[in-house]
């Protein structure tokens, strides 16, 4: 869109590395209006919002945080499409004053493009901190860019970023920066790219930039030029670009050139590197011992926290909220058809509270994971788990969405977006929901006092190794023979630790929350009325229903595990979600919910044995509707999806199997 | 100032090198370059045990590399004597 049209509508693509405090800026300017959506056809959140100033609306677009504008990667693709395809009418480029070379690369890049750029120096404090001294106006004289200089996490320089935005919105003319050069070296191949393409480059890339692009190895332009260009003109443009192999360190040496340029008069160093808290800290934080005890120490304390204020609160919510809801249902509709009641009060409620009660400890996790984020810590905790994770061929990132699964396998699935290289996104979210989440731990802390008394925690304990185990096993197994065995490369920052900002993470709690409630709450409720009619239908009874049915058909494969029908249906309406399992039995076995009138109906119907294969089958088995789901929409395949839960099928079934069996071998338990 | 040349993985923890070569795929090449390792570039060995991924700094950034990574970055290491 152009200003002319709608004077009053300006559009801002905000862009900037990771670890500059761009999504600090971001949820500065736009608080909660902003938006969480995906960009387009792309499983890559996007974040939008606006605010308005001097009487104009400024949408402001959060693009991917990415290193650079060449597309080996999906962000980096979209970033830079965004600028090139969307022309935003300014890009604010954040960059961390504290690491000012650096995050100046992906300005250097974004300066070959035409949108006008305000730099944001960030986290001036930071720097200062270091004695790192920057003058803002001798880098903003040898950039030819409006340079301002911020401290977002202290609400500092916002005011005049905004009126820089709205200065250059307005007079797009007065736009002429410094640009990085193009060294003699390269100007007579990059001339000889431009002659071959000339005519050639896909509207509305720029042709000289296309062809630098090229030089650089961009996987995704010279894709499309090799299917726009005809095969002898590709064969000369490649032939060229064979001959400058590595011109891709020569261009970003060019670039890191002309920045120690730019920023030379402007940046006054420190004779001596400071030794800094970061520093410290790290020394224990990133060891490979105290680093681990630290990541297990910290972990239990997330955990004891989750569980010591959220269960009661989830306990409250059931009894004031959900049950009551059920109770007010019945008696409202006191008179109405059965099937009506029983529809609304225990489908549709019983599935939507069961969304509900999840919350407090969906919350508190999170929030203790934003803020372990918000510090800089978990980058520490993907470094330390490296090693182990490498194993698997995942890397040290896959980490933090397979700690996530611990709280719901739902955010562990939506999390492994942070992954790099499809392969190991793919296997970490298959392996994600092997990960005992809060839901299934629930079960289990019902279960196992009844079947194995005093020796619950004991077995609780076993049963959250055995699925840590399996899922080491599966993830090494998938890693060689379904995926090939491919190597990705553990490159990441480690960015320095920081005081949390509150702001930053109750934005992050909130969207996480939003999305698990928009997400999974609409999925669950559907299928937990589906479930809710199979268990009732034809005959109003679930010993006589469809549900039952399909347990008795499942009843032989049982008897391997000592089970019998009535398990296999507790089983089967886990699915909707985990906690179910408890339901059902008590439904089954006429007991109700209560633990002590469910303890004497179910101690003496297992042996230990089939206790004991039951709960690890429960721990393995197919995970939630809601995170099936999030498998489909994550994967945008229902192939893998399939695959996913036919090999869990598959898993919790042998191990079932084998721990009875084995049990009986031996004698124990039987 | 006499300078031997070691793949990064070989630096010890304090030692400064600069980089002179790197191997591996483009598409490494690239992340790598984009981060500021271009030739010539110093990096600082921050933690480095003998297995496992280590962290260097480089151009102000703490980076943690694999170890494998680490060794298709050929350093010249500079000696230093005071250290």
């Known amino acids: 869109m152009t200003n002319d049209q709608i004077p009053n509508q300006i559009t801002v693509a905000l862009a900037g590395q990771p670890n500059v405090g761009k999504s600090t ?109 920057i003058e803002p106006h001798v880098l903003e004289a040898a950039l030819c860019l409006p340079v301002v200089p911020m401290v977002a996490s202290k609400n500092q320089g916002m005011r005049e970023l905004v009126e820089a935005v709205d200065r250059l919105a307005s007079d797009p003319d007065s736009y002429d920066p410094c640009r990085p050069g193009i060294r003699e070296d390269h100007q007579a191949v990059l001339a000889q790219l431009q002659q071959i393409i000339a005519g050639q ?134 008179g109405a058809p059965a099937w009506l009641v029983g529809l609304l009060a225990d489908g549709v409620i019983g599935g939507a509270g069961m969304v509900v009660t999840f919350l407090p400890i969906l919350v508190i996790f999170f929030a203790a994971l934003g803020l372990l984020e918000d510090v800089g810590y978990m980058a520490r905790a993907a470094y330390v788990m490296d090693r182990f994770m490498h194993l698997m061929g995942l890397h040290g990132k896959s980490f933090l969405p397979l700690f996530l699964g611990f709280g719901c396998n739902v955010p562990a699935v939506m999390g492994a977006r942070v992954v790099e290289g499809q392969k190991a996104r793919l296997l970490t979210i298959l392996v994600a929901p092997l990960m005992p989440c809060t839901a299934r731990m629930a079960v289990v802390a019902v279960l196992a006092p009844i079947f194995f008394g005093p020796y619950a925690t004991l077995v609780a304990g076993g049963l959250v190794g055995l699925s840590l185990v399996m899922l080491a096993i599966i993830g090494i197994a998938l890693h060689e023979f379904v995926l090939g065995g491919e190597h990705v490369a553990f490159i990441m920052e480690l960015p320095l630790y920081h005081l949390p900002n509150p702001r930053t993470i109750g934005l992050s709690v909130w969207q996480r929350s939003v999305a698990f409630l928009k997400k999974s709450g609409s999925i669950i409720l559907v299928v937990s009325v589906v479930v809710w009619a199979l268990s009732v239908l034809p005959g109003g009874e679930i010993e006589s229903s469809y549900l039952a049915a399909m347990g008795r058909l499942l009843a032989p494969l049982g008897s391997l595990m000592g089970l019998g029908w009535q398990m296999m249906v507790a089983l089967l309406t886990s699915f909707v979600a985990k906690e179910n399992t408890i339901a059902t039995l008590g439904v089954l076995y006429s007991a109700g919910e209560e633990g002590a009138r469910l303890a004497g109906a179910l101690s003496g119907v297992l042996t230990p044995a089939a206790a004991l294969a039951f709960l690890a089958m429960q721990m393995l088995f197919i995970p939630c509707v809601a995170t099936v789901a999030t498998i489909r929409q994550e994967t945008a395949s229902w192939r893998w999806t399939a695959f996913s839960v036919a090999l869990l099928l598959v898993v919790s079934f042998a191990v079932g199997i084998a721990i009875y069996q084995g049990a009986m071998l031996v004698g124990w338990g039987v | 100032m006499n300078e031997q040349r070691i793949s990064l993985s070989a630096l010890a923890p304090g030692e400064v090198g600069v980089v002179r070569q790197l191997a591996g795929g483009r598409g490494f090449i690239s992340r790598l370059a984009t981060l500021g390792f271009t030739l010539g570039a110093e990096v600082n060995m921050v933690q480095n045990f003998g297995h496992g991924p280590l962290i260097v700094n480089i151009r102000d950034t703490r980076i943690a590399l694999g170890r494998g990574e680490a060794a298709k970055v050929v350093v010249g290491r500079i000696m230093n004597n005071d250290q």
């Open chain 1, 25 to 133: 800026v971001f949820n500065l300017l736009t608080g909660l209006s902003q938006r969480v959506g995906n960009w387009p056809g792309k499983t890559i959140e996007q974040k939008s919002g606006a605010y308005h100033h001097n009487g104009a609306t400024v949408q402001i677009v959060d693009l991917p945080g990415t290193y650079s504008l060449t597309a080996n990667s999906l962000e980096e693709q979209i970033a830079r499409d965004y600028i090139i395809k969307e022309k935003p009418d300014v890009v604010v480029a954040i960059v961390n004053a504290a690491a000012l070379e650096r995050s100046l690369y992906l300005v250097a890049e974004l300066l070959e493009l035409s949108a006008p750029v305000v730099l944001g120096l960030n986290m001036t404090d930071v720097a200062e901190q270091q004695r790192m001294h």
């Open chain 1, 201 to 334: 480059a896909p509207e509305p890339y720029p042709q000289g930039w296309v062809a630098l692009k090229l030089l650089e190895g961009d996987q995704e332009i010279t894709r499309i030029m090799q299917e726009r260009l005809s095969p002898e003109k590709w064969e000369q443009v490649h032939s060229i670009l064979m001959e400058h192999e590595d011109a891709i360190l020569a261009v970003a040496g060019a670039r890191y050139e002309w920045i120690g340029r730019m920023v030379r008069a402007a940046l006054v160093r420190p004779t001596f590197g400071q030794i800094i808290l970061t520093d410290r800290v790290d020394r224990v934080a990133t060891h490979p011992f105290w680093g681990l005890l630290a990541l297990v120490g910290i972990l239990g304390l997330v955990f004891w926290l989750t569980y010591a204020v959220g269960a009661p609160l989830q306990g409250l919510l059931d009894t004031y909220l959900v049950q009551a809801g059920a109770e007010g249902v019945r008696a409202a509709l006191n």
